[in-house]
């Protein structure tokens, strides 16, 4: 049972479920991402004897390409809502959590075009007003066979956050996939500029997952040059989700991949080497690429309603359209866009065609 399963991470692990919060470490959340995928002790299995021709031919288009073997795979996640049970809770501070859900078999490829994302979808009572829409970019690499992991900070309050932390292990979840207008091709643009702000660089990795590691290619067959570059703004430095991954990527792709930190006030202000407060045009002119009218940069933001508000300009109100309680989430998620560019941004010469919110 549930029970089971979560004493195999935690033998694994060395973890007890009463745990210790002053030792975990969020900046080193990378080490659950590689783990094997959890025993499918409550998934449903059934007995497939298809073999890859006839898999490929019922799944046609709709398959994905498993990246190792480069077998077609079922495409495991796809626009209708479907269930995915919960096989491991990991938790990454007091109020992160990082939720292991599994593909419905073991075979099957994790495998997200971006920019795209999942949709959560819970039903709290039995009118069309109790069904509840959040958005969450899983942090898994495509290609990664049988689960994908999302990344949950819990909200005070927070409707879908209080749903998925109380999941137990087994427990299942409904997600569909949701597409954004914009879509990151290999060098489609010279530079991509990202501004996050807390669980606002999930949709961010999946665009630095892509460029760097899924080994993207354009549609001459050349390897993806794009600069990227990221400003992760958050409370402390002790807030800093996969900050070791990002410091990693950066070493390994020094020419390509550029990551700065902003934190509201440094817990260690003489060890503290990022800039400090929130985003100011200084930031911006260091990291981003320039105002620029010619289509070969652009900027995506994502993170809480006040950094889009002050970096550029987006409504609260608009926000609160989007994620307050109970109401649905459109599923063209490009409210956000509707406005004009002000912030940070805006003041900066930026033009609404050249920046992507989130
Ligand atoms: C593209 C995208 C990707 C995302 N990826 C992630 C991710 O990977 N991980 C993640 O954790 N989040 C992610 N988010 C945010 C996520 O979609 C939810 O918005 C978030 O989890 C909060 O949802 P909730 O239902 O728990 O909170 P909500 O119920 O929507 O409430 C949010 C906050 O607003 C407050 N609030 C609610 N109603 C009101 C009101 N009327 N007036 C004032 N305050 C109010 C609540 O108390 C709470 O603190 C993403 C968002 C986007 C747009």
Redesign the pocket.
Known sequence: GGVAAFQWGAAESGRVSAFDASTLDPADAEKWLDRPRPPPSHAVRGTNTETEEERARRLGAAGVRDQATGKLARRAITGKFQKYTLGEIIPITHD?TLLRFLLPSDDDVFSLRPCS?LQAFAKLGQTAMDE?M??????TVNGTKGYFD?????????????V?TGLHVGDTMMFRSVA?KLTYEANRWDSVGMIAGG??F??MLQVINHGLRDGAVDRQGRPDKTKLSLLYCNRTERHILLRGLFDRLQKEYPDRFKMRYSIDAPINPETWNGYTGYITEEMVRETMPPPSRDGKSVILV?GPDQLLYHAAGVPLSVG?T?????RL?PTA?DLTNLSDIGGVLGKMGYEASQVYK?
């Open positions: 992160v994302t509840v959040r958005f969450y970019t899983p942090v999302v990344i949950v900070k819990r909200k005070q309050n927070g409707v879908m956050t209080g998925l954004f669980t606002g999930t949709p994502c609160h989007l994620s307050s309680g109970k989430q998620p989130f």
